[in-house]
């Protein structure tokens, strides 16, 4: 396959995982022109042992952890995505983002490998087998990492509310 039609098969799928992760479209055009641009220096060493587009949200993961580490990067509370459909008044708008931080927070706070498993799933979209194939294990133990990861964050978001 030529590195064109890489770059057209899985442009959209890079973009919208560091979008997803990020909340910047900025970012996401940046680190995904970096991930392609890395993608194909390093053509020569993808083994086909997953699938291209695993390999190339790996690479995108990567770079734009780098990205928050270069740029000790925090996202101002106003600029965390939030779907404006689910806010229907400003205070509605606020506590939406002071959720969406705190499930930043306690996503940033997981172990591993449930935060991988979480983000591969929820950001990238990747299926469990995808996901079994990134950390060579079963697409089953990907669907029951993925399944605690996910009652972990409800549990940690349930003791934060009851906190307050």
């Known amino acids: 396959m030529e590195f064109e039609q890489v770059y057209d098969l899985y442009f959209r799928d890079v973009y919208r995982y560091i979008l997803k992760l990020s909340g910047s479209e900025h970012v996401a055009e940046e680190i995904t022109s970096d991930t ?48 404006v459909g689910s806010a229907d008044t400003p205070e509605e708008l606020i506590g939406a983002r002071e959720e969406a931080r705190q499930i930043q927070a306690i996503l940033h706070d997981l172990p591993e490998p449930y935060r991988e498993v979480f983000m591969w799933r929820v950001y990238a979209e990747l299926s469990y087998k995808q996901i079994g194939e990134l950390f060579a294990k079963s697409d089953n133990w990907a669907c029951v990492t993925y399944h605690r990861a996910r009652n972990m964050i409800k549990n940690r978001l349930e003791d934060s509310n009851n906190e307050k």
Request: glycine share 4%.
């Open 36 to 83: 392609f641009f890395k993608a194909l220096r390093s053509i020569g060493k993808f083994r086909g042992s997953c699938d291209m587009r695993v390999w190339l949200c790996q690479i995108a993961k990567n770079r734009y952890y780098t990205y928050l580490r270069k740029e000790k990067h925090t996202t101002p509370l106003e600029e965390l995505p939030v779907s």
